[in-house]
């Protein structure tokens, strides 16, 4: 497989569930992004990991939880959802910081809905 | 103020118009602009970029990003029906940012 894979492509839970998304990029990139896609909003930076060790938190609510076992996965524990969590979760990476030289490459991302 | 403003569209126009999309933003520490295309089920991919002002061509896609008036525009000539997609600018300073701040998107359809 190439480029950034994304598991799974749907995912409907209940507010009370525990659900993990998974990321995984085959580009050899040392860094990865969690990304919330909500309709006629912004991309949302959430989470940056380089090198396994996170550099950015964007003020996520703890219900939302990354984990970066190396540099090529990266996954998204969820817990005790609500609704208005429902979106679009884009994984990206790069290679440095993703500025126009190493832009970043995006997976199709995870639909998710929180019943 | 949001930092960067798009017009969410939808925009419609027939094959082989040419298509005019914008952005206005505010941080004029802006240094790199960028073009993602994000195609239906799909996730974005960068389409083109520029740093500083001044324009950029590609094809039948053209860049232009003028700083004085916190402006960046993408125009595509000869538009096609594979054009179809959500346009989203992003950009972000020279330095410290891994954090590209986007645009909501422009949603565009090319009517054959």
């Known amino acids: 497989e190439t480029g950034v894979t994304q598991t799974p492509r749907h995912l409907v839970m209940g507010m009370t569930n525990k659900k993990s998304l998974k990321c995984e990029q085959h580009l050899g990139h040392n860094a990865m992004y969690w990304y919330k896609q909500s309709a006629k909003k912004p991309l949302e930076l959430m989470f940056v990991?380089?090198?396994?060790?996170?550099?950015e938190n964007n003020s996520v609510p703890s219900r939302f939880s990354p984990e970066c076992p190396n540099s090529s996965h990266l996954f998204l524990h969820l817990h005790t959802l609500q609704p208005e969590d429902s979106a679009l979760y884009l994984c990206?990476?790069?290679?440095?910081?993703?500025?126009?030289?190493?832009?970043?490459?995006f997976g199709n991302g995870t639909r998710l809905t929180v019943t | 103020q949001k930092e960067v403003e798009q017009d969410p569209g939808p925009l419609s126009v027939p094959e082989g118009a040419i298509v005019s999309l914008n952005c206005t933003y505010s941080?004029?520490?802006?240094?790199?602009f960028m073009w993602y295309r994000q195609y239906s089920r799909k996730g974005p991919e960068l389409l083109m970029y520029?740093?500083?002002?001044g324009n950029k061509e590609d094809g039948r896609f053209t860049a232009q990003v003028d700083k004085s008036s916190k402006y960046i525009s993408l125009f595509i000539r000869d538009s096609q029906p594979s054009d179809s997609a959500t346009y989203l600018c992003a950009m972000r300073p020279i330095q410290g940012a891994q954090k590209l701040v986007f645009g909501q998107g422009t949603r565009l359809t090319i009517n054959p």
């Open positions: 990206a990476s790069s290679q440095g910081q993703g500025g126009p030289n190493s832009p970043l490459h």
């Open positions: 520029t740093y500083s002002s």
């Open positions: 941080n004029s520490a802006f240094q790199y």
């Open positions: 990991y380089n090198f396994k060790e996170q550099t």
